[in-house]
Each structure stands twice: as structure tokens, then as C-alpha cells.
């Protein structure tokens, strides 16, 4: 009876021992399967090939302030109470047009003086010649002396310098009273009407401010490597959502008839500081705006995208295959299907492109799309945008 109890006994631990090796076993095969998965497992993803192509450059501009050249203020030359205003606020005007009309009581009064000086000054100088006339016949006849020929010559030459002086004073007021037309500096338009009818204003005091805004100008700072492809004279274009164009700064004209969803300024690189001859790390572009359609007006705009109207052949890439917004680190995909992240150095870029000047060779892949949870050394597999 115990024979067969010990046998049972052996047998039982015989097969829990078979048990526990057939369970580790399984379980190390499993481990090692998921670890041979593991290895070989693999992330299906979009990517690109960095390729060269032609680009035409667009820039997003955070702010632009547009300038004008020719905008300033009329003054009044001399002190006066306004009585009459010629033009109305957006008139345009012609250089040299007179805007207001003032006056000043004194000034007449003081031209009558003149006048009265002159008919004074007139009637000396003319005694003092007929003296002076005289004198001299009779000198010639030996009738007077030396001495009062002489005396009668200073009183004619002084005669003649006082109706100078009286004539002088005459235009000195005919003079002021021409100041008391107010004249625009220049042609334009009335952006700004300071005085109105019936205000006594000092000389020097700004009246009006006449302006002409059919061009206007901005700068931009870029880098010299964004700058090596243009040259004086190439052409832009300024791209301004709509909501960004609503404001008025002088309360112009500027802008009525021009309701698109979206306003377009066509831009020309007027110049590049310091020159592309000069070595610079950092170059300023000044631009012109043709502003004959009056949309804009000398203030600050904001979110404008700069396109340059001339393309050039880059290399590049697509724009979604920056990990961030600072354009200079990228995941490439190497020939065995690792992904490698890897910083470049970018320049301008378009709508779908940007350029790479370091950091990516032609031909090779790189990702696109979305990215969360990629990392450096994880296999994956690529397929080219395009591809089936």
C-alpha cells in the first residue's frame, strides 16, 4: 500500500515538474517572439524625397508700417484769422494752390504807410535831383563852390537809398500779405484739416496736412542668405486678408471700392542695405507699393504674406516636413528604414516648399505629416507622398 502511495506521490511531482518546465518554457518563447516583433516592428508613415525645384519665395511679415515721401504739413506764413477755407477735406491739390484765405487788419494799414513813405520818399529824391542838377550847371560856370555841388550830390544819392528803403518796406508787405494765402507744399490730397473758419492762427502754425499716398514704401530685415536671389528691381506681391485693411488712419478715400475677400500690392525692391557687393549677415530691403488703387494708407499692417514674383531653382523640401516652427530640424529616413533626426539650415519657402541650403542632400527622404510620437532609431516604413 505505501509502494503504490510513493508511486502516486512521484508521479504527481513528476508531472507538476513537467508542468512548471512546459509553462517556463512557453513563456520564454513568447518573450522571445515579442521581442523578435518588437525588432522587427515597424511605423507606416508619408515622406518626401528633398528634391530641386523651382521656388518662388513667400514670406509671412509679423508688421509692415507703409511710409510715405511726400506728406507734410502747410503752415501758415504769418499770423491772420482764416476766413475762407478753398478745398474740403480728400480734395486733391496742386503744389503751390492756395488752400485758405486769412487776414490780418494790420497789413493794409501798413502797406498804405508804405505807399504814403514812397510818395514822401518820391517828392526828397525828386527836389534833390533838380538841386542836385542845378549845382552841377552852375559849377560848370563857375557860379557855386566845389563844397555845395558836393553837399547837393550826398543829398540826391541819399534821396535815391530812402525811396529804396520805402520801396523795400512796400514789398516786405506785399510779401505778407501773399502769406496770407495758405498754399499747399505739394501735390496731393487734404488728409487733415487743423484750423477751421475763423480761427486766429500764429505764423508757423500747421493748417492743414497734404499728402500724396499713390506710393508708399516698407522695409524688411532678412538674413543674407534669404536676400542672394533678388536684385534692385525685382518684383513682389503683398497679400492683405481683408479684416487687415478696415482701419483708416487719416479717414481717406483710400480703400472705398475695394471690397475683396482678399486685397493684392504689387511691390518693387527699390533697394538692398548694404548692396549684395558688400559682405552683410543681415540685409535691409526697401520696398515700393503701387497705392494708385488708394486701398492702403501710411500705418502699420499686420499678418501680410510677401510673394516674390521671380522663382529660382532650390533645393527644397515640402514645408510639412518641419518638426516646428523654427524650420531647422527634420526626421530623415535612411536605407534600412531608421529614422534620424537631423537639423538643416532653411531660407525662403512658398506656399508648399522651403528652401534647404544645409543639412539634406538630393534624394533623400525625409517625413511629412503628422509626427507625434516619432523618435530618433525607430524603424518605420516610408511611403512617397503620391504613392499607392
Avoid: C
Avoid at 74 to 87: C, K, P, Q, S
Wanted: hydrophobic share 40%; charged share 25%.
Amino acid at each position: 500500500m505505501k509502494k503504490k502511495f510513493w508511486v502516486a506521490v512521484a508521479l504527481i511531482l513528476s508531472m507538476a515538474a513537467v508542468i512548471v518546465g512546459w509553462g517556463a518554457w512557453l513563456n520564454y518563447s513568447d518573450e522571445d517572439q515579442i521581442a523578435r516583433r518588437m525588432v522587427s516592428r515597424s511605423v507606416e508613415l508619408t515622406a518626401a524625397k528633398a528634391a530641386r525645384r523651382q521656388l518662388t519665395p513667400t514670406v509671412l511679415l509679423d508688421a509692415i508700417r507703409f511710409s510715405s515721401d511726400s506728406m507734410t504739413d502747410a503752415m501758415a506764413l504769418t499770423e491772420g484769422r482764416i476766413v475762407h477755407w478753398n478745398v474740403e477735406k480728400n480734395d486733391e491739390v496742386r503744389q503751390g494752390a492756395v488752400l485758405a484765405s486769412m487776414v490780418n487788419e494790420n497789413i493794409p494799414l501798413k502797406i498804405q504807410q508804405a505807399e504814403s513813405a514812397i510818395a514822401r520818399a518820391d517828392a526828397m529824391l525828386a527836389q534833390a535831383k533838380s538841386n542836385y542838377e542845378r549845382q552841377g550847371r552852375l559849377l560848370d560856370r563857375r557860379a557855386t563852390s566845389q563844397a555845395k555841388f558836393e553837399e547837393a550830390e550826398a543829398q540826391y544819392l541819399a534821396a535815391q537809398g530812402g525811396r529804396r528803403e520805402a520801396q523795400a518796406q512796400l514789398d516786405q508787405l506785399m510779401v505778407q500779405r501773399d502769406w496770407l494765402n495758405v498754399r499747399s507744399p505739394l501735390d496731393g490730397e487734404i488728409l487733415i484739416v487743423y484750423q477751421r473758419e475763423g480761427s486766429y492762427v500764429q505764423a508757423g502754425t500747421p493748417v492743414a496736412l497734404v499728402g500724396d499716398f499713390t506710393r508708399l514704401s516698407f522695409s524688411v530685415n532678412v538674413a543674407d542668405e534669404d536676400a542672394r536671389h533678388l536684385e534692385v528691381g525685382a518684383t513682389g506681391f503683398l497679400s492683405f486678408p481683408a479684416r487687415k485693411v478696415a482701419s483708416k488712419a487719416y479717414d481717406t478715400n483710400y480703400g472705398r471700392g475695394n471690397r475683396r475677400n482678399e486685397s493684392e500690392a504689387r511691390a518693387v525692391l527699390k533697394e538692398v542695405v548694404p548692396p549684395l557687393s558688400e559682405p552683410a549677415d543681415i540685409r535691409r530691403l526697401v520696398w515700393e507699393v503701387d497705392n494708385r488703387a488708394r486701398v492702403f494708407e501710411p500705418m502699420v499692417y499686420t499678418g501680410i504674406t510677401l510673394r516674390i514674383g521671380k522663382p529660382y531653382e532650390a533645393l527644397t523640401v515640402p514645408l510639412a516636413a518641419m518638426m516646428d516652427k523654427a524650420y531647422n530640424q527634420v526626421f530623415v529616413v535612411d536605407g534600412e528604414g531608421i529614422l534620424h533626426s537631423r537639423r538643416v539650415a532653411t531660407g525662403a519657402y512658398d506656399d508648399t516648399y522651403i528652401e534647404v541650403y544645409d543639412g539634406l542632400s538630393e534624394g533623400e527622404t525625409v517625413v511629412v505629416g503628422n509626427m507625434d510620437g516619432l523618435e530618433d532609431g525607430m524603424r518605420v516604413e516610408a511611403h512617397l507622398e503620391g504613392e499607392t
